[in-house]
């Protein structure tokens, strides 16, 4: 399975799709991240990166894809947990420079202002890492596409971090 990108007027939106040949190479990665920021903002959001959707790429082996549906729903959560706690718009949060922060940070702010359980943290931190990895290190992908205890390692991640999205949700 691969991915296709359906193009709409103000978003772009993931789905699952038959197996193209990518001949970007290394670029890969940088086309799924920049794909998936681009919906980030996305009315629905919460749709495209919803746990059913997350399981479906995890399922179909799709793990990179997965790590940044993940990784993206994360984010939201955590920032609107922030900018619930200090009472901030989307304007204020643009003055304090946290719209242009990531996963990392906003764990970190979440942590400093007790706003995740403490068993969330280890998984939210494994969560950063492997997106991290999948995003800045050369080969990374090549790692999860190839070696089978990465490519556990990643679901079990995403296994508990589907969880935690769960947990955030209700």
């Known amino acids: 399975m691969g991915i296709k990108v359906k193009k709409y007027p103000k978003k772009r939106v993931l789905e699952m799709g038959e197996e193209k040949e990518n001949n970007e190479g290394k670029n890969f990665e940088r086309t799924v991240v920049s794909e998936t920021i681009r919906i980030t903002n996305s009315v629905d959001v919460t749709k495209q990166f919803s746990t059913s959707t997350i399981q479906k790429f995890l399922n179909a082996n799709q793990y990179a894809i997965a790590l940044l549906l993940a990784s993206t729903r994360v984010e939201r959560i955590l920032i609107e947990k922030i900018k619930k706690e200090l ?12 719209d242009k922060a990531g996963l990392g940070t906003y764990r ?3 942590k400093r202002l007790y706003l995740i359980d403490e068993e969330h943290l280890t998984p939210t931190a494994n969560l950063r890492d492997k997106r991290n990895k999948l995003v800045h290190e ?3 992908l ?6 089978d205890e990465e490519k556990k390692a990643v679901a079990n991640i995403l296994n508990n971090i589907i969880e935690y999205i769960e947990s955030e949700e209700i």
């Open 87 to 98: 009472n901030l718009s989307d304007e204020n949060i643009e003055k304090v420079d946290l």
């Open 108 to 110: 970190k702010w979440c």
């Open 138 to 140: 050369d080969g990374y």
């Open 142 to 147: 090549q790692k999860l596409k190839n070696q």
